[in-house]
């Protein structure tokens, strides 16, 4: 007799049932198009910003904060969009980076749009919190993950997010590999953008969140995204199931 083990959860998750019960009931109940102004329609979009306050009230932050993102079709026009409204020269990262960002990040440098430089990092993969502090200065954008899969080191999120604050920098973070088994209070933590996925907590693989700061949000009402509104739904049932399953622990 064979077993099958899956070890690479630092990749994705497999579904949750819980997920998987809630996507085939949501097909089957919300189907039309969000935009129409027909009963389903408005059934469809009445459901799309209830996931959307459920979520911030996981999260702390403003419901009108929250966007649906797919990171597999969003990601080189995101860095775009943000980089030309922003008129970001600078994007400062880390080499430990998950590979499509580096891969995009560098793109964007050879093709003049930004300057891309790599922070100083010591043998756990930590970035340089001195070198920050000289780099970070408005017009700069900076982008490090909360928790890094390939060094196992996690980024002292509200002190990085002060440096930035204070410099007038932009701090985008990835916290895909961090939401749903750490504590996050938005209203606390003063980061620009952030990033939640559902695969690291047994949801659909390219569902997740983006988070924007009130500060840029009429930037990003024309990239709003209601045909991805599933991704909504599915983070928030798998937020609050984490949130749960946390409280639990800590109990026990």
Not at 57 to 84: G, H, Q
Not at 168 to 195: K, Q, T, W
Request: charge should be negative; glycine fraction near 2%; charged fraction near 20%.
């Amino acid at each position: 007799m064979f077993m099958n083990v899956y070890l690479d959860n630092a990749s994705a998750t497999p579904p949750n049932q819980t997920v998987l019960l809630s996507i085939n009931r949501l097909f089957g109940d919300y189907f039309a198009a969000p935009h129409s102004i027909h009963f389903s329609g408005r059934k469809r979009k009445n459901r799309i910003e209830i996931s959307r306050k459920k979520t911030a009230k996981v999260l702390n932050s403003s419901p009108f904060e929250l966007f649906s993102y797919n990171k597999s079709d969003l990601l080189a026009y995101l860095f775009r969009f943000i980089i030309k409204q922003l008129q970001i020269k600078t994007l400062v990262c880390s080499i430990w980076e998950d590979w499509d960002y580096i891969q995009l990040f560098e793109k964007l440098a050879a093709e003049g749009e930004i300057e891309l430089l790599y922070l100083t990092t010591d043998s756990n993969g930590n970035p340089s919190i001195d070198e920050l502090k000289v780099l970070l200065q408005p017009k700069v954008l900076l982008f490090l993950s909360h928790a890094n899969s390939y060094t196992s080191s996690m980024l002292p999120l509200k002190k990085v997010a002060k440096l930035c604050n204070k410099a007038e920098a932009v701090f985008f973070c990835d916290m895909s590999l961090s939401n749903g088994y750490f504590a996050v209070n938005m209203e606390h933590i003063p980061v620009d953008f952030a990033i939640f996925s559902g695969k690291s907590i047994h949801a659909m693989q390219h569902s997740g969140l983006l988070y924007v700061k009130s500060d840029y949000h009429a930037l990003f009402q024309d990239i709003t995204r209601d045909d991805d509104w599933l991704s909504d739904y599915i983070m928030a049932d798998n937020l609050h199931i984490m949130v749960e399953e946390l409280k639990q622990n800590y109990n026990d």
